[in-house]
């Protein structure tokens, strides 16, 4: 049973301790309206993610700042971008505005590949990495969405193979998350235990956005107030004011497809507003469940008319 106690409060958030077997053993969830503001508004992309994927950077940072790297020198930070979903996390900009500091970058190229016959299952697959800025004794810092953290353990593995190719030691591994699932805490701690058999003295820390949602059966939505879903009280009683019941377990996915929520935002306008639609005629959606699914899709609607101005 995941036990969840608070640690601290600040202006830019509330940080709670997680506990539960199989998952790493510096596990955080953080509460934030920075974060909130990205996890349910579902229809907001573009630039107006851009800009509050910016703040919640920021407050990644922060938190990070205080109980992963408080210590550390800036020179052994690096951060490995998972292309394409991890760019838009915005650790650098965070690192700027908190430390005035640009932090070194190491890319992967990575995308996950469905196991055939199966639901829900799913490999990945490798197709560019660039290593050349880990440091020594490297502090590596990933910000991205993790769902059965395949995509995440694959490109571990690969910077495993690279800290061994160049004789570096690694000295933490600190992964952030604005959309997890328990499945995806436990891929971490799989990495980890893989990681410290060369690393021994390696620490792995682990930081959630709101909660850990429940992992749908297609491997990819995220649901907030689904059985497996682990959440402070604040979170569960957010959740609650802002969606109500039937939405708060129906709503189809925290972030919906973030690469395709972040790069191609016409796309996902008309991907969330054909779920809207079909979800208004739901049987059984409560008028307010309804009325508030409206009121996205018409900002969704605003959205995408932005693209027919001109220049």
Known sequence: MATVSLVSKHDYGTIYSLKEKGFP????????????????????????????????GEVFVRVISQLALKGEKLGSLVELV???????????????RAHGFAIPQCFIGIQRVRIEGTEGEFSARVGYENFEALPQDAVVIIGDTIATGATMFRGLQSLANSLDEK?????KLVVCTLAGSPEGARKIQHAHEKLAAAHPWLETYFFAGEQLFTL?????????LEH?????????????????????????????????????????????IEFTRGMAKAAGIPKEARDRIMEMEKEAEAGLAEFEKKI
């Open 228 to 272: 497996e879903s682990i959440m402070p009280e604040e979170t569960r009683k957010f959740t609650l004011s802002e969606y109500g019941e039937w939405l708060g377990r129906n709503m189809k996915c925290a972030v919906f497809d973030w690469g395709t929520r972040c790069k191609n935002p016409k796309k996902h306008y008309h991907e969330f």
């Open 25 to 56: 053993k510096n596990s955080y969830i953080i509460c934030s309206g920075k974060f909130r503001r990205v996890l349910y508004r579902p229809q907001l992309a573009g630039k107006k993610l851009q800009d509050a994927m910016e703040d919640a």
């Open 167 to 171: 004789g570096i030691r690694m000295k």
């Open 82 to 96: 998972y292309l394409s979903g991890g760019l838009f996390y915005n650790i650098p900009t965070g690192f700027k």
């Open 216 to 224: 749908m059966p297609d491997g990819t939505d995220l649901r907030f």
